[in-house]
T-cell receptor, first 113, second 111 residues
Framework: KAGVTQTPRYLIKTRGQQVTLSCSPISGHRSVSWYQQTPGQGLQFLFEYFSETQRNKGNFPGRFSGRQFSNSRSEMNVSTLELGDSALYLC????????????FGQGTRLTVV | KNQVEQSPQSLIILEGKNCTLQCNYTVSPFSNLRWYKQDTGRGPVSLTIMTFSENTKSNGRYTATLDADTKQSSLHITASQLSDSASYICVVMDSSYKLIFGSGTRLLVRP
């Protein structure tokens, strides 16, 4: 069974640009959640999608948005990038939702210059 | 404020030795508590998930304990191996299914 796949693995963007990250969950999993990991703040929850609906949201500005498609694949978009957005972005999938075991992808390393 | 505090921040042990990592939380009420292992540059991997009614849960050489009264959890690693070198993250899920992460303990196992 394939694991959670995130693309791309690495990305370099310029301040002010926007970026879209992709996450393909484990087959059969309907929940996808997104996290930001930085050396200073550690892991922080961004949002969770379940059956194409955002079900839970962390404390991030509106520049961070996401969506989920009917095949459960999810995308995360960050607009007007700032230097502080440089981080490892992780997604996790689970069968029924965040209260069940979550499986993480390898992450996308975003660098904003 | 809901918080998860881990100690120590970092730890160095010799291969074959045991160690215990600590997690204190103020999240209340909580849904479950998880321990994850994260190798450098990779996504976290789940080790254990415990609800408030569970006291202990094992996964191979990893054993997690939970004391819901004192709001403390520990992760005990037995007979450490070089591959145990990683960050160990304690995560508490609150009653609204939000995850609150600890800052992690960085473990280095030396030969």
């Amino acid at each position: 069974k394939a694991g959670v796949t995130q693309t791309p693995r690495y990305l370099i963007k310029t301040r002010g640009q926007q970026v879209t990250l992709s996450c393909s969950p484990i087959s059969g999993h309907r929940s996808v959640s997104w996290y930001q990991q930085t050396p200073g703040q550690g892991l922080q929850f961004l949002f969770e999608y379940f059956s194409e609906t955002q079900r839970n949201k962390g404390n991030f500005p509106g520049r961070f948005s996401g969506r989920q498609f009917s095949n459960s694949r999810s995308e995360m978009n960050v607009s007007t990038l700032e230097l502080g957005d440089s981080a490892l972005y992780l997604c996790a999938s689970s069968y029924q939702g965040m209260n069940t075991e979550a499986f993480f992808g390898q992450g996308t390393r975003l660098t904003v210059v | 404020k809901n918080q998860v505090e881990q100690s120590p921040q970092s730890l160095i042990i010799l291969e074959g030795k045991n160690c215990t990592l600590q997690c204190n939380y103020t999240v209340s009420p909580f849904s479950n508590l998880r321990w994850y292992k994260q190798d450098t540059g990779r996504g976290p991997v789940s080790l254990t998930i415990m609800t408030f009614s569970e006291n202990t849960k094992s996964n191979g050489r990893y054993t997690a304990t939970l004391d819901a009264d004192t709001k403390q959890s520990s992760l005990h690693i037995t007979a450490s191996q070089l591959s145990d070198s990683a960050s160990y993250i304690c995560v508490v899920m609150d009653s609204s299914y939000k995850l609150i992460f600890g800052s992690g303990t960085r473990l280095l196992v030396r030969p």
